[in-house]
């Protein structure tokens, strides 16, 4: 399966911008890269998700690497309801078969 | 919000029980997914379905069996429980194959099974 490597933990303040890594070295050029984010006590939700080029949308910045080896979300103002996990994953076709894999995540921690 | 609701969403069972889990849909979406989410492992995929009648293992699916008689409905099964399953079961669905469209997935709001 495709890996991605990403920070345990992060701490960001409050209406301050936030960059999440993710590296994906491995990734195929069919990969797409997805993120995720997981409130407390809740399902994950889907952010944003891009192949090649940065993507913008009301949530979140995808800045995606020439190479494609890593990738960035970006949450241009962080607010206290952004405090989540945040899971970078690549989706793609293995085997045959279609699967969605997920990695441990980044705690993003909010401060007022 | 995607229309997923899951079944129970709590439940407390002795261990050696049969135990289902119910995922109903009603987006009509082909794909259909259970996880299982415990801490320091994340998300483990346990079984997909990508049509009625048509199922595939995950990458922990060993004490799992799954069924998927119509579009809307898709059940996991524990044959006995065990304490190892102890754990939050996420259903997830998605209506095209992601792989070929970047196509994003929906998840429900997870069932909480404790094995004694």
Same mark, same amino acid.
């Given at each position: $399966?495709?890996?991605?490597?990403?920070?345990?933990?992060?701490?960001?303040? +409050? +209406? +301050? #911008?936030?960059?999440? #890594?993710?590296?994906?070295?491995?990734? !195929?050029?069919? $990969? &797409? *890269?997805?993120? &995720?984010?997981?409130?407390?006590?809740?399902?994950?939700? &889907?952010? *944003?998700?891009?192949?090649? !080029?940065?993507?913008?949308?009301?949530?979140?910045?995808?800045? *995606?690497?020439? $190479?494609?080896?890593?990738s960035t979300l970006i949450l241009h103002r962080a607010t206290l309801r952004d405090a989540a996990v945040y899971y970078c994953i690549l989706t793609g076709r293995e085997g045959g078969s279609e699967k969605l894999v997920f990695g441990k995540g980044t705690k993003l921690t909010v401060n007022p | 919000d995607a229309g997923i609701t899951q079944s129970p969403r709590h439940k407390v069972t002795e261990t050696g029980t049969p135990?289902?889990?119910?995922?109903?849909?009603?987006?009509?979406?082909?794909?259909?997914?259970?996880?299982?989410?415990?801490?320091?492992?994340?998300?483990?995929?346990?079984?997909?379905?990508?049509?009625?009648?048509?199922?595939?293992?995950?990458?922990v699916s060993d004490g799992y069996s799954v069924s998927r008689s119509k579009t809307e409905d898709f059940l996991l099964t524990l044959e006995s429980a065990t304490s190892s399953q102890t754990s939050v079961y996420f259903c997830a669905i998605s209506d095209r194959v992601y792989s070929y469209s970047g196509n994003t997935i929906y998840f429900g709001e997870g069932s909480w099974l404790t094995v004694v």
């Open positions: $399966d495709a890996k991605t490597t990403q920070p345990n933990s992060m701490e960001s303040n +409050e +209406e +301050e #911008p936030v960059h999440l #890594p993710c590296n994906h070295s491995t990734i !195929s050029g069919t $990969d &797409y *890269i997805h993120w &995720y984010r997981q409130l407390p006590s809740q399902g994950p939700e &889907y952010v *944003i998700h891009g192949l090649t !080029s940065n993507v913008n949308n009301r949530m979140a910045s995808l800045a *995606i690497a020439e $190479d494609r080896k890593s | 135990v289902t889990l119910r995922c109903h849909q009603t987006e009509n979406h082909r794909y259909m997914y259970w996880y299982r989410q415990d801490p320091g492992h994340g998300l483990r995929l346990i079984h997909y379905s990508y049509g009625v009648k048509d199922t595939d293992k995950g990458e």
